[in-house]
């Protein structure tokens, strides 16, 4: 069963800066479109970006131009850098394949400050 585990959230100012990572256990990480998900507090988990196994990536129009996901298959590592930070990005960010197959991991909080 695959784990999920990430970190590297915290309060940071709007116009900062952080960097999200996400370790999945599992020998099948390389094989899979791996996403990063947000949840704020009274709305739904929604998709902010993800990448495909062969490194191609879309992100959502709200963070266009500011997040950048990425992926280091020998670490099963999945990265979220999030530049340019505004309020409305305030949220629990996971990760998690695309489409949704394993259980949520515990997720990290990011608060942006006005």
């Known amino acids: 069963q695959v784990q999920l585990v990430e970190s590297g959230g915290g309060l940071v100012q709007a116009g900062g800066s952080l960097r999200l990572s996400c370790a999945a256990s599992?020998?099948?990480?390389?094989?899979?479109?791996m996403g990063w998900y947000r949840q704020a507090p009274g709305k739904q988990r929604e998709l902010v970006a993800f990448?495909?196994?062969?490194?191609?990536?879309k992100d959502v129009d709200s963070v266009k131009g500011r997040f950048t996901i990425s992926r280091d298959n020998a670490k099963n590592t999945v990265y979220l850098q999030m530049n340019s930070l505004k309020p409305e990005d305030t949220a629990v960010y996971y990760c998690?394949?695309?489409?949704?197959?394993?259980?949520w991991g515990q997720g990290t909080q990011v608060t942006v400050s006005s």
């Open positions: 990448i495909t196994s062969g490194g191609s990536t």
């Open positions: 998690n394949t695309l489409p949704i197959s394993v259980t």
């Open positions: 599992g020998s099948i990480f390389s094989l899979k479109t």
